[in-house]
T-cell receptor, first 117, second 112 residues
Framework: GAVVSQHPSRVICKSGTSVKIECRSLDFQATTMFWYRQFPKQSLMLMATSNEGSKATYEQGVEKDKFLINHASLTLSTLTVTSAHPEDSSFYIC?????????????FGPGTRLTVL | GQQVMQIPQYQHVQEGEDFTTYCNSS?????IQWYKQRPGGHPVFLIQ?????EVKKQKRLTFQFGEAKKNSSLHITATQTTDLGTYFC????????????FGTGTRLTIIP
């Protein structure tokens, strides 16, 4: 149980293009999902909290117009990196909580490695 | 804001030796969680500790939550090659304690 998928697993794009990353909870409903960014050999940094049916809340320093989040259903959240530039290259990971379990632990997707040329 | 630090940053151990990573939070935590991330992989939840002074064991792994609920430790007895990876502690914060601040992580390398 508590499986989270992410697609694509890897993407290479040209500077200036937009990239959409999907995060799905496969066997549970997730009213809240989280998007993290991880640079090589560093810790996870929370970017934003995605709430089903409402606007995402962004952490300080994260540009909401740059990183668009949509949480259209209880099992799907998307992150769109708009007008990507080389400095946006990173490992993006989503996670979700299974509210029915009652705990605060998060279940992570396999991540998306973005490379912007 | 809340900061969570871990030491050491890196640890290389001979297979069979013990390993310990320490986690310290700048604020009191309602609970502490531990995750393991293999190279190239994603974090996987290991355990959650809630009570002051709590100790939990998972086979060769022993987790401890400090009395003041600001620090924690993970001890692995007789490491195996499958233990390699980065171990993160994480403390909740925010409305409903639903967000997590991840520690700086300890990268464990096992020497066969």
């Amino acid at each position: 149980g508590a499986v989270v998928s992410q697609h694509p697993s890897r993407v290479i794009c040209k500077s200036g293009t937009s990239v959409k990353i999907e995060c799905r909870s496969l066997d549970f409903q997730a009213t809240t999902m989280f998007w993290y960014r991880q640079f090589p050999k560093q810790s996870l940094m929370l970017m934003a909290t995605s709430n089903e049916g409402s606007k995402a809340t962004y952490e300080q320093g994260v540009e909401k117009d740059k990183f668009l989040i949509n949480h259209a259903s209880l099992t799907l959240s998307t992150l769109t990196v708009t007008s990507a530039h080389p400095e946006d290259s990173s490992f993006y990971i989503c996670s979700a909580r299974d509210a029915e379990r009652g705990g605060t632990e998060q279940f992570f997707g396999p991540g998306t490695r973005l490379t912007v040329l | 804001g809340q900061q969570v630090m871990q030491i050491p940053q890196y640890q290389h151990v001979q297979e069979g030796e013990d390993f310990t990573t320490y986690c310290n939070s700048s604020t009191t935590l309602s609970n502490i969680q531990w995750y393991k991330q293999r190279p190239g992989g994603h974090p996987v939840f290991l355990i959650q500790l809630v009570k002051s002074g709590e100790v939990k064991k998972q086979k060769r792994l022993t987790f401890q939550f400090g009395e003041a609920k600001k620090n924690s430790s993970l001890h692995i007895t007789a490491t195996q090659t499958t233990d390699l990876g980065t171990y993160f502690c994480a403390g909740p914060y925010g409305f409903g304690n639903e967000k997590l601040t991840f520690g700086t992580g300890t990268r464990l390398t096992i020497i066969p």
